[in-house]
């Protein structure tokens, strides 16, 4: 009994049954639905009969599997009556609640924009009692604007009695102390109901006076002694480019700059002066070959761009691109690109990034070498990181298309600066291996000038060495 003889009732019928079976019912249905199309055929009315009003006993619901409806079903009306009447107002309840929980959240964010703001412009002075909020020139009490509602007193006074109080209870009690504070501290303040916390009492702001501090691990709650205040990271932060300038010491030059992100980041700092540490920071990491801590800030910046920071975007966007060319990561160079707009494509800096990807994408090596020679800010020390590898590959294709290429072309083309590094490239690779007898040279080149590679013979050494360097590269750091 062939399929291929059924009528397209019958074929529909199966299809339609097929899709209804589950797991728990499915060996029942095959079975009763074999039974079924064995007897039809067997007795001749498999085209007499209307399948599409056939049902399998399988496939019907069980007894007791609408219980619930059924329930419903026998509800009086005046219960089915109540029970909707109930649901509108069980919405209204929960957008409410909603609504009370996003305002909530949008006052707490305005106030801690408005600390950046104040923090920004120089408003904390140093005190023999604490910091408290106060101008520049005249140092009269900073008030807050009487539009935005605080409890408890004024931002001024809830601000240094919290430093006050807060250093006080370090001072005295030790770690005990610290977490009876933290855990007695905690409260809601009333203009936020019970949907969130006001953070801005929490804020710590420091005391330490210190230019320079090594970097530890906080292992504790930090203590505000050890902390610099905005006013001395940024006399901190001019000094290390002045140390960096004069004395290059990247090992503790880059200390400084991880205590330095930790005093920012303890006080929630976050502005403009932020973000030039961390750009600062990540540059000297590049030029330090040390892509683990350029990964670490490229992930801060990356952050702060997105609250609306202003910075150098378009640059360290070009540095990441870059940076995923080198480790290989497709799928996420793909998604980057991808939500890229046409304006910011044509920014110079990304440009040339997204050039050099095009180039390695369609294994052009002339182009990728131009644009190496020309690329801008610090993109030639992420290149650095791996020009190597695609000088081999473009090698093996070259050493495939030719028998033999003078050393002083490969020079050019692959952007040594001479055929003398060339050589040392080829001699470190194992694929030193030139023509043997060469004919007078009529340009008079000698030395490393006037080698020609034999190409057959150094293209499997070249293949093999490329496929090492390919499976070599892994990811250094998250960004």
Request: aromatic letters at 8%; proline letters at 4%.
């Amino acid at each position: 009994m062939s399929a291929t003889n059924w009528p397209d009732s019958l074929k529909n019928w199966v299809t339609q049954c097929l899709q209804q079976m589950t797991v728990l019912n499915k060996a029942e249905a095959q079975a009763e639905l074999k039974e079924v199309i064995r007897a039809a055929h067997a007795d001749g009315s498999m085209w007499t009969i209307d399948w599409s009003k056939r049902t399998l006993k399988s496939l019907e619901p069980k007894p007791g599997f609408n219980k619930r409806k059924n329930m419903d079903s026998v509800a009086t009306p005046a219960a089915q009556t109540n029970k909707k009447a109930k649901k509108p107002a069980i919405v209204a309840t929960t957008l409410d609640s909603n609504a009370e929980r996003l305002a909530a959240r949008a006052r707490r964010f305005e106030r801690e924009h408005e600390i950046e703001r104040q923090k920004q412009a120089g408003y904390y002075q140093s005190s023999n009692h604490g910091y408290e909020y106060s101008r520049h020139v005249n140092r009269k009490a900073y008030s807050p604007p009487s539009s935005s509602s605080h409890t408890g007193g004024s931002l001024q006074d809830r601000m240094q009695g919290l430093t006050t109080s807060y250093s006080s209870e370090f001072r005295s009690g030790g770690k005990g102390s610290r977490k009876k504070y933290l855990n007695m501290s905690v409260g809601y303040t009333e203009d936020e109901g019970n949907n969130g916390l006001d953070w801005d009492r929490f804020t710590i702001v420091g005391t330490n006076e210190n230019l320079f501090k090594n970097y530890l691990r906080l292992t504790s709650e930090p203590d505000p002694r050890d902390i610099r205040p905005y006013r001395i990271l940024t006399q901190t932060l001019a000094e290390l480019k002045k140390r960096w300038k004069q004395d290059p010491n990247y090992h503790w030059i880059c200390d400084q700059f991880k205590s330095l992100r930790q005093d920012l980041t303890v006080q929630r700092i976050k502005n403009e002066f932020t973000v030039e540490v961390y750009e600062i920071h990540a540059r000297m990491a590049l030029e330090a070959n040390d892509l683990v801590e350029y990964n670490q800030c490229q992930s801060a910046l990356r952050h702060l761009y997105e609250l609306g920071i202003k910075g150098h975007s378009e640059e360290f966007l070009a540095y990441r691109i870059l940076y995923l060319l080198h480790v290989r990561n497709r799928s996420d160079l793909n998604r980057l690109i991808s939500t890229l707009t046409p304006q910011v494509k044509n920014v110079p800096v990304v440009k040339h990034a997204l050039d050099v990807q095009r180039a390695m994408a369609t294994s052009n090596y002339h182009a990728l070498f131009t644009l190496y020679t020309a690329a801008p800010n610090m993109g030639p020390y992420l290149m650095d990181h791996f020009i190597e590898r695609e000088r081999l590959g473009a090698l093996c294709t070259m050493t495939k298309a030719y028998l033999t290429l003078p050393l002083t072309f490969i020079a050019k083309e692959l952007a040594f600066e001479d055929a003398s590094q060339a050589h040392s490239f080829l001699f470190n690779h194992g694929a030193a291996q030139y023509v043997a007898s060469q004919p007078n040279n009529s340009n008079g080149l000698r030395g490393d000038s006037a080698r020609v590679l034999d190409c057959k013979q150094v293209h499997p050494r070249l293949v093999q060495v490329y496929e090492e360097k390919t499976r070599r590269v892994t990811i250094q750091g998250a960004i």
